[in-house]
């Protein structure tokens, strides 16, 4: 049995569900100018968020909610004036959910645009993620049951991301510090009953897929995902925003908007672009050069062009038992064997990615980025380096030149990430290379950047704890004892967790660092040794 994905068509068709007197509602809403006064609260220094939903008052309890606490089969909360809805063409899986968005801007402000980049949002923004389940996919009269609402507000201090779980007999939403599970059941488009538990995250988990460049951030305001028609007229929605005062610095050309195909519409764009997109919005938040998950070495972002960087031929690093055992995260034309895709199928949490906000397989999703991959032709040079990277790069062994060689250390590989060239400090995740050149070979050098889990420094070692409940944590052990354990994980932080909230605690053959073989040039790799041959320590 095939599901069809809850990321359908985001257009505004979901409003005809509504009774008359609340869609006219909502449409006055939103076409409602920011210019106008709003009735919205939010304070901006807040030290922490609202403890319910209705203290911010960005909706009004439905006309149509029973007095009794027993909704009505449609949804119990109507926008408040200067909140609009906004569609994406593509949304993130979570468990065959329902998103609807709504954004808030305080009153005389704008948001900039950005062309690849999500849009700049001025302080006292708010981002919201409705999340409902249709109790009949085949029968939308039925109406859905709220399940969560998430909330993205911009602070003084940044941006602070927010869950919230709807209340039924209480008819609002209170906040969800710890997360939750939700029983849910609901009918698919085969008429089958489905029943699981619908996942919340806690704040924390939160900031693990919204964390980029070292703060939170939102991940879907981006013109590619808003770049289309919406239920405004007809009209394209950034048109629209622009319009009513909510954009600036939209390009006049909308040609020259980067705008996305939907993944789960086939004729709008090639089985590569939709399954490149379904990674993008999936993975990349995490996957992207200044995402959470940098130490992977995996750029899952749909701009990325290098096939290594996206998974071909890319060997694993140390990732508990997400490898599955095989070479390659995506070993072209043949995706059974790609562990990119067992990671994508699996609902084991010591395996699966995304790692949290899911606790079913995107099936339709996973067989797009099967169909994908399948489809990608081999490379046997590219395939040789990967398995035999020594001999592929022999020739860096002489030569060189240090001064590009430290560039690429400090900038381009971020190699800084984890280890200290200053002989004055330590590093955390990986050992400290301030005197490396006078301890070691050339060809020890090479060998720990093309094929690093040859040989892995002592004390160095991965450790890999899986929890009872929640994400996979690995990094390098800093301390252990009866009750607890402490890693230092790559991001720099030190996470310390007790022993009988412990599935279990390994070490792993494989290194975090990302191998650098089909990654570097031979020009490239012969700098890098020539640079960290030069680093000999105090003189």
């Known amino acids: 049995m095939m599901l069809k994905s809850s990321a359908k068509d985001t257009s505004f068709g979901w409003m005809y569900a509504f009774p008359l007197s609340a869609l006219l509602l909502l449409i006055l809403v939103g076409c409602t100018s920011q210019q106008k006064a709003s009735s919205v609260r939010v304070d901006v220094d807040a030290r922490r968020p609202a403890k319910t939903m209705s203290e911010y008052n960005l909706f009004t309890l439905s006309p149509n909610y029973g007095s009794t606490g027993t909704a009505e089969p449609n949804l119990p909360l109507l926008p408040n004036e200067g909140v609009i809805p906004y569609t994406v063409n593509n949304s993130h899986f979570v468990d065959y959910a329902q998103s609807r968005y709504y954004l808030y801007l305080p009153p005389k402000t704008q ?78 488009d085969d008429g089958q009953v489905r029943e699981h538990d619908f996942i919340t995250l806690n704040m924390n988990q939160c900031k693990q897929c919204h964390k980029n460049r070292d ?40 040609n020259s908007v980067p705008k996305s195909p939907a993944w789960n519409k086939r004729g709008t764009g090639s089985i590569k672009e939709r399954a490149r997109i379904w990674l993008d919005v999936n993975c990349a938040p995490c996957h992207n050069p200044e995402g959470s998950a940098i130490m992977s070495g995996l750029d899952l972002s749909v701009h990325q062009v290098t096939p290594v960087k996206f998974g071909v031929y890319k060997p694993p690093i140390a990732a508990g038992l997400g490898s599955g055992g095989y070479r ?19 609902t084991d949490p010591s395996i699966m990615m995304p790692p949290i906000g899911r606790g079913l397989v995107d099936k339709e999703g996973a067989a797009l980025v099967s169909q994908w991959i399948d489809q990608i032709p081999s490379d046997e040079e590219l395939e040789q380096r990967a398995l035999n990277p ?41 050992p400290s290379l301030a005197d490396v050149g006078a301890r070691e070979s050339r060809e020890y050098l090479l060998e720990s950047i093309v094929s690093p889990s040859k040989k892995i420094v002592e004390g160095y070692e991965t450790t890999i704890l899986t929890p009872k409940n929640g994400m996979i944590l690995s990094g390098t052990l800093v301390s252990e004892d009866s009750y607890e354990v402490t890693l230092a994980t790559p991001d720099g932080e030190s996470i310390t967790v007790r022993k009988e909230d412990l599935k279990s605690l390994r070490q792993s053959t494989l290194s975090m660092m990302p191998s ?12 890098l040794v020539e640079y960290l041959s030069s680093l000999k320590g105090i003189r």
């Open 111 to 188: 948001a900039n645009y950005r062309e690849n980049d999500t849009f700049e949002f001025p302080v006292g923004t708010v981002l919201v993620q409705m999340l409902t389940f249709q109790n009949d996919l085949g029968d939308t009269s039925k109406g859905e049951q709220l399940i969560e609402i998430r909330l993205l507000i911009h602070q003084t201090k940044g941006w602070v991301a927010v869950p919230y779980l709807w209340d039924l007999e209480k008819a609002d939403a209170r906040r969800a510090v710890v997360g939750a599970r939700t029983p849910v059941r609901w009918i698919d």
């Open 215 to 254: 703060r939170v951030q939102p991940i879907g305001t981006k013109a590619r995902y808003l770049n289309h028609t919406s239920g405004q007229g007809g009209k394209n929605q950034l048109t629209y925003w622009t319009e009513i005062g909510y954009l600036s610095d939209l390009p006049e050309d909308l």
């Open 328 to 346: 390659f995260s995506i070993e072209p034309g043949t995706s059974p064997n790609s562990f990119l895709l067992f990671r994508i199928r699996s």
């Open 390 to 430: 020594m001999e592929a790069y022999r020739e860096s062994l002489a030569g060189g030149n240090a001064k590009q060689g430290r560039e690429l250390f400090s900038s381009k590989l971020q190699c800084i990430t984890c280890h200290i060239t200053d002989e004055s400090k330590s590093g955390t995740i990986g």
């Open 516 to 527: 650098m073989a089909n990654l570097l040039t031979i020009e490239e790799a012969r700098d």
